[in-house]
């Protein structure tokens, strides 16, 4: 269980790590450091110890948010606004439903939105 303001130090974590990454390409050291400055600023964390696993695999989980966000900004139909989500409305539902059986990691994002997705992608490679 990850609280927000653990995850919010997670990714500026990494983002003060990311000239030294290889544009965003974390490896396992840096994930240990994490897990060590999130041991440092949360003596009190909440479920299972943060270890360098538990962080990489907490990273590979926003990104896969992350990709979900970019997969409904991009879809023709929908409009995306941290305030309403995915601005899903009743008579979307069927297209929303659509979407999601070929999108399912998209679901949560109907009714919540997603607040680290500006940091998230100031981490993601840039590719050109």
């Not at 500026?12 to 490896?27: H, I, Q, R």
């Not at 907490?58 to 990709?67: I, S, V």
């Not at 991009?74 to 999601?100: H, L, P, Q, Y």
């Not at 009714?111 to 940091?119: A, D, L, P, Q, V």
């Amino acid at each position: 269980i990850w609280s927000k303001a653990e995850e919010t130090a997670f990714l500026e974590f990494l983002l003060k790590a990311l000239p030294s990454s290889g544009n965003g390409g974390f490896k396992m050291p840096t994930f240990n450091q994490a897990a060590t400055n999130l041991k440092e600023k949360f003596k009190q964390q909440r479920g299972a110890e943060k270890t360098g696993a538990v962080c990489k695999n907490k990273w590979t989980a926003l990104k896969k948010a992350y990709h979900s966000v970019i997969e409904i900004k991009c879809t023709s139909g929908f409009t995306w606004s941290d305030e309403n989500r995915a601005g899903i409305t009743d008579r979307k539902d069927d297209v929303w439903a659509r979407f999601t059986k070929s999108h399912p990691h998209a679901k949560p994002f109907m009714s919540k939105g997603f607040e680290h997705f500006n940091i998230i992608e100031q981490l993601m490679p840039n590719v050109t």
